[in-house]
């Protein structure tokens, strides 16, 4: 009759308990997978409006070049499709382009293809009509307004965002990005899969659960049973099992009293443990942009000024860094550009860093010398340096009309200088002390003249001791070898082509210093 009993019990308990299980996992299931597709709605909108800006970046000032009363070139339309073709790879979108409105219809000024279309040559043309344009893309046209469509035209299904926008030059467009339904079906089913899996897991525990407590309270009856039953025979040396309706369900409280406490502890100081790094990987994000919104980031920052062509780019190793570069004119002829390397990485290297970039461009005036303004610089950063901290910086000063190059060496590396067919060679070491360490230095002023195609190639020492996993650096000898196998590209190219290269020699080694790289190719006046 115990088995009997010990059954009935059982069942019971699962008649009670098991329908609540159920119940609230299928309701809890149902909140995650809605909440779920809301995350991922949002992700994808985000995505959308974060690629659209991307794009406005690039598109304002090609749009105050071309006209539309006339078509582009077809180099210059090809070398835009390129653009934001490579953009849309690189994003994993599946178009971004940009439409007028010309003659009262839809008209394209500039698109993307896909890897496949462009492997055909597939591709809108200059002022191409739109067709099937959707209401969203002509809702944005109407009432300016940024619009969200999911839509069907002859290139496929698409979730879109559709963003009215003006250029520098007044002139008014729409940016379009699009993403395949495919890709937020796809999404929605992970979503789905994901629900599913949370609902059998807690179901499945829920039920192991409800056989665990039914058979902690059946077992020590029947155990109880059998030792009574022992007992019955004249075995008066049974021990009886442990009541558990008496001290044992009070040193349970007791225990499970104790462990909430513990956990509950352990929770709060979870908490705030994890409040703590959100803020301050929230306070170094913000450093971080702060940090990179005060460098020259927009190339070619001059498009009217044929003179020259300059590009540069910052890597930092951490959140914030201690390098930085800037350029700058000081009057119509004279442009000033600088590249920095604080002796520090982090946040104290990250303020130094802005503090001499503000101090070199307050100490430049009409008629200023490199020399003078890190002497100028060094004095100013010297008065309450109490942690001996120092930066490096080469500072030079270009004549767009002559070529000539006025320049002062902090201890910083040496530039390279590359001359249009020519070998590359590093500029001549100077002797000078960094800068920030000692009151009243005096700086050489330097002078050399670049020619019409010569450049000057300046970068930090994160580039030439970056490091592989056989803690072998990059070195000189490998920059020069891949700065001399770009000849004939363009500034933007040949960085790249380091950076490149660095990535390919560092593999999954990871970054330990900031890598700052700048590039000034002179053109002459032509």
Known sequence: MVPLKKIKIKFLLLLAILPIFIITTALYTGYLYSIGKKSVMKDVDDRLLTAAYGVKLFADPYHDRISYEHPTSPTEYLKVLLTLSEFSWKINVEYAYTMIIHDNKIVFTSDSSTREEFAKNDHTKFLQEYTDASEGLREAFRDKKIHYDEYTDQWGTFRSIFVPTISKGGKEYVIGIDIKVTYLKEMVNKVIRNSLVICVSVFLISLISVILIARSITQPLSAMAHATADIATGNLDTELPPVKSGDEIRRLGEAFEHMKTSLKKYIQELAETTAAKERIESELKIAHDIQMSILPKLFPPFPDRPEFDIYAMIEPAREVG????????IDNDHLCFVIADVSDKGIPASLLMMVTKTLIKANTTTGSTPDEILMKVNNELCGGNDSSMFVTIFCGILNTQTGEVLYANGGHNPPLIIGSGREVTFLEKTAELVVGITYG?????????????DSLFLYTDGVTEAMNEKNELFSEGRLITVVTASEGKSVQETIDGVM???????????????????????????
Not at 322 to 329: A, E, K, W
Not at 441 to 453: C, D, F, N, S
């Open 322 to 329: 201690g390098d930085f570069y800037d350029f700058f004119f």
């Open 441 to 453: 230095i005096a700086y050489t002023k330097e002078r050399m003249v670049l020619q019409p195609g």
């Open 500 to 526: 490149g290269e660095i990535g390919r020699f560092s593999l999954n080694t990871p970054q330990a210093d900031d890598i700052t790289m700048m590039m000034i190719r002179f053109n002459g006046t032509g």
